[in-house]
């Protein structure tokens, strides 16, 4: 079936340290692909999302690619700040009128 | 827009009791889905429909859990009765087709001693 596995947390970086958490997929078809983010006491918000391979997606300083050879869909930031800390969830939507299915999140702690 | 709203923000209940939890999708959005968050199992989906039918229920935990729609503006998720492992966060989301963004809302966090 159609899943998503992300990198345990926590993990746990100093200020303007170089931020990777991986994510990769697996479904039977070609997926859109998102990455979700939880701050403290709040519901998830859209983060960012690829919808073809070799797409990019970008906000806030993070990116992800779309890499359908290595069906990833890592997440980057090249200077992390201590606002950044929060919880990571990388998910897919493989077709109209499924829901999202997200992995288990990446808790991120950022001190300074 | 006021976002996805979601009352009570916190709910404190004694095992056996009745709960219900509501909701207030995004206006004009035709999906809504209900999660369940655990440190122990992470972001569970519950239920969800669209335009106010339940399309998926196959995460609804037992038959204590139910979940209505009777309006574009308004879902409820009641736990009768209630245990102490259904204490959680509850998340209400909303979109416009499954291929857009989730809205969110808050949260309703559950505690059933």
């Known amino acids: 079936g159609n899943s998503v596995t992300q990198m345990e947390g926590p993990v746990t970086l100093s200020e303007e340290a170089f931020l990777t958490i991986n994510c990769t997929y697996t479904?039977?078809?070609?997926?859109?692909l998102f990455w979700y983010v939880q701050y403290p006491g709040e519901g998830l918000q859209l983060l960012l999302k690829?919808?073809?391979?070799?797409d990019k997606g970008s906000n806030k300083g993070f990116e992800a690619t779309y890499r359908k050879e290595t069906t990833s869909f890592h997440l980057e930031k090249g200077s992390v700040q201590v606002s950044d800390s929060a919880v990571y969830f990388c998910?897919?939507?493989?077709?109209?009128?499924?829901?999202?299915?997200f992995g288990k999140g990446t808790t991120l702690s950022v001190s300074s | 827009d006021a976002g996805v709203i979601q009352s009570p923000r916190h709910e404190v209940t004694e095992m056996g009791q009745e709960v219900t939890l509501r909701c207030k999708p995004i206006?004009?959005?035709?999906?809504l889905f209900w999660y369940r968050q655990t440190m122990m199992r992470g972001l569970e989906l519950l239920i969800y429909?669209?335009?106010?039918?339940?399309?998926?229920d196959s995460g609804m935990p037992e038959d204590r859990f139910s979940a209505k729609m009777p309006n574009a503006s308004f879902s409820t998720l009641k736990i009768q009765p209630s245990e102490p492992r259904d204490s959680a966060v509850y998340f209400c989301?909303?979109?416009?087709?499954?291929?857009?963004?989730?809205?969110f809302g808050n949260g309703t966090r559950l505690t059933v001693t």
């Open positions: 429909f669209n335009n106010n039918v339940p399309i998926d």
């Open positions: 989301a909303s979109s416009l087709g499954t291929l857009s963004p989730l809205h």
């Open positions: 998910a897919l939507s493989f077709q109209a009128g499924t829901a999202l299915i």
């Open positions: 206006s004009g959005h035709d999906y």
């Open positions: 690829a919808t073809k391979a070799d």
């Open positions: 479904a039977t078809g070609y997926p859109s």
